[in-house]
């Protein structure tokens, strides 16, 4: 049997930009009959009416029916989510139905009184059909952590069926007009991952994270940019004019039509901008996104199109010429994912069996989703982080009924538990060489660990099983 499989993750809030989402859920995370994502502490909305649903969910594999059929409103919110102080924030609910009234909110955790709750928006009603419910906060300047209030009243006996929430920083000031961000275009609720926007002449930007210049295969200068870290924030555009072809590290602002192409026999499309009638060129020289770090399984999902991502510790499966096509895959153990040749070829180079970290674009393309490393840094063989920081970690036992055991040859650290969608689902510390962590809540399944010292320097990361 393989060995454990180890993932880095790694997270870093930087200044918001326009446009980035700070947070996101679609509800399908749950832990003890509450979804992971939600019912912080001013909450008040009662868990027995908090009800997960899986019926009629159009993104993810579930919902949840929020009822309360009183004329008082209840509070549904976030956990604790960092902001940036004075930041206007549009918080969009994707409803699946039933009726009710629905606002929003926002509590200022940095404030922590009873005068840290907002002005609420105006309720909205609710009439069965789906809907996007869509209202902006806007926190105060010392705000620096803060809950997203959904506030409800007055629903049938079933609840409000509340299918995805997005929480996106609209800054102090609006976006320039006519500007779509890449979020608006890629975020999508439709089974098969069409863009709401398709069909539309729109006008978006971001920073150039990779470019095709490939005539032969991708018609001229296309390139992939991104609009702040993480999913949804990414964008193919196919640009037919190689006069007009950017550079890395460029911020473009780029005109064209949303299309859903389709080069496979699958009913799924990759999200592009094609039909570009102008590439603007605004500043150059920028820091590129940070590559999200995922499992090679998540990477083979709609979100991660045209973002720059990262699978650490996969094995190769495959390579050579077997799948042809310059293809190759990977494995970490939580599902396979295909390497493609689009801007370097390895799967010459890959050799079976061995472990790699792979930065590159998430793409789709003739039925499979892929990652595109751009260059040969972003391919490297894997090396264990116990390795890289000289501290002895001993973590017992795996799998884990129960307590989780964490032993270490320096006093004082840190551990977070991550479940594989990246929600930390427990958070840890001990001033001493030795912590015992209690995993009897958590569901059977992969989780792994993010051990760091007490000035937050990473550890040690690896993958256990929970098996009860």
């Known amino acids: 049997m393989k060995k454990l499989f180890t993932l880095l993750f790694a997270a870093s809030l930087g200044s918001i930009a326009i446009g980035q989402t700070v947070f996101t859920s679609n509800l399908s995370s749950w832990n003890m009959g509450d979804p992971t994502d939600f019912m912080g502490p001013n909450t008040s909305i009662a868990s027995s009416s908090v009800v997960q649903t899986s019926t009629g969910a159009n993104f993810g594999s579930d919902m949840a029916a929020l009822i309360n059929s009183t004329t008082s409103h209840k509070r549904f919110t976030t956990e604790s989510t960092a902001v940036v102080g004075g930041t206007t924030y549009t918080i969009k609910i994707w409803v699946s139905g039933n009726t009710g009234e629905l606002r929003t909110n926002y ?105 095709i210049n490939n005539t032969a295969n991708f018609g001229g200068g296309s390139f992939f940019i991104q609009d702040g870290n993480g999913s949804w924030n990414g964008l193919y555009i196919y640009n037919l004019d190689t006069t007009r072809t950017p550079f890395v590290g460029d911020s473009v602002e780029v005109t064209g039509t949303v299309i859903e192409h389709n080069l496979g026999s699958a009913p799924e499309n990759v999200t592009e901008l094609g039909s570009v009638t102008n590439v603007n060129v605004i500043n150059s020289g920028n820091t590129l996104p940070s590559e999200t770090i995922v499992t090679t399984g998540a990477a083979n999902r709609e979100e991660y199109e045209g973002v720059l991502i990262k699978v650490v510790n996969a094995e190769a499966t495959s390579v050579g010429s077997t799948l042809g096509f310059g293809l190759w895959e990977m494995n970490d153990g939580s599902g396979a994912l295909k390497g493609d040749d689009d801007m370097y070829a390895f799967h010459t180079q890959a050799i079976l069996g061995s472990d790699y970290d792979v930065t590159g674009i998430g793409h789709y393309s003739f039925d499979d989703y892929k990652i595109l490393p751009r260059k040969t840094s972003d391919v490297a063989l894997f090396t264990g982080v116990d390795e890289l920081s000289g501290v002895k970690v001993v973590v017992y036992p795996n799998p884990v009924k129960g307590m989780l055991n964490f032993k270490l040859d320096v006093n004082g650290f840190n551990v977070q538990i991550i479940d594989v969608t990246g929600k930390t689902v427990r958070t840890e510390n001990t001033i001493n060489n030795k912590l015992t962590v209690n995993t009897e809540n958590l569901n059977n399944g992969f989780y792994f660990y993010s051990i760091s010292d007490v000035n937050g320097n990473l550890i040690s990361t690896n993958k256990f099983i929970v098996a009860k």
Not at 180 to 203: A, K, L
């Open 107 to 211: 509590y200022d955790e940095t404030d922590g009184t009873t005068a840290g709750y907002g002005t609420y928006n105006s309720y909205v009603t609710i009439s069965g059909a789906q809907t996007i419910v869509s209202q902006s906060v806007t926190v105060p300047s010392t705000c620096n952590d803060a809950q997203f209030i959904l506030s409800l009243r007055n629903t049938d006996a079933t609840g409000i069926l509340v299918d995805s929430v997005s929480v996106t920083a609209g800054g102090t000031t609006p976006p320039p007009t006519g500007i779509t961000s890449i979020y608006d275009i890629q975020f999508t609720t439709n089974t098969n991952g069409d863009s709401p926007e398709v069909g539309n002449v729109v006008t978006t930007k971001g920073v150039v994270t990779a470019y």
